[in-house]
């Protein structure tokens, strides 16, 4: 029986109990639990200098207002980033290859973000809908365009990351498996396929992470026209 190319994208489960949860919970026992003491190890120090890093160019363009919200864009570029780095494992799975969970992320964080815009400053929100200098015929077709591109963007949020992660997914899958059939065949090809296979997997790695930061990045930009 031969699988399909897509199988490894499903919610894996154990006995008939989904292992989702598992999944996500999986990453945050992987990070070192900082401590009080003066010196610190060198993974405590890498990840608090990533994370201060981090944290101080996300925060950069924004009004003090929008520093509240630091705690959690770091934590959600950190638990990003884990859980796409452990999906390149073999015999591991990916759940920001599922549509749902991104989106489960992006629509209560995007809605945050316009909630707070409604709240804090509603003239400067609703006036993002209609560009200043517009001529009147061209008024309500604006209003409507521009609030489909607002409802719009927490789907671009969780679609992006998903198509991003499941096509590098796809294609390392069949390069592996290009190369496995062309072993017996054609060795040297077949190396050069595993080259490939080992570049691509380095892309890969670089994709991860940067498909964590730019969700969040994202987010903040949302956030920054709302404080």
């Known amino acids: 029986m031969t699988l399909s190319f897509f199988d490894q994208f499903m919610s894996p489960s154990f006995l008939g109990i989904p292992l989702m949860a598992l999944a996500l919970v999986l990453p945050w026992t992987l990070f070192p639990t900082p401590s009080a003491r ?27 207002g929008g ?74 077709v604006l209003i409507i365009i521009e609030t489909i591109s607002l409802f719009i963007r927490p789907l671009a949020l969780g679609v992006r990351l998903t198509a991003n992660l499941t096509a590098g997914h796809l294609l390392i899958q069949l390069i592996a498996t290009a190369a496995f059939v062309l072993l017996p065949l054609m060795p040297t090809v077949a190396i050069l396929t595993a080259g490939l296979l080992f570049l ?14 730019v969700f969040v990045l994202l987010l903040s930009l949302y956030l920054q026209e709302n404080v």
């Open 38 to 64: 003066w010196l610190n190890n060198r993974l405590l120090t890498l990840q608090g200098w990533f994370i201060n890093r981090f944290t101080q160019q996300l925060l950069l363009p924004l009004n003090p």
């Open 67 to 140: 520093h509240k919200w630091a705690l959690i864009l770091t934590s959600l570029v950190l638990f990003l980033i884990t859980l796409n780095m452990l999906g390149l494992l073999p015999y591991t799975f990916t759940p920001t290859t599922q549509l749902s969970l991104n989106m489960g992320l992006a629509v209560p964080l995007w809605l945050a973000t316009v909630i707070i815009g409604l709240r804090n400053q509603p003239t400067i929100a609703l006036g993002h809908l209609l560009p200043e200098g517009t001529p009147t015929p061209l008024i309500p």
């Open 200 to 213: 691509l997997t380095l892309l890969e790695v670089a994709v991860a992470m940067i498909q964590a930061y």
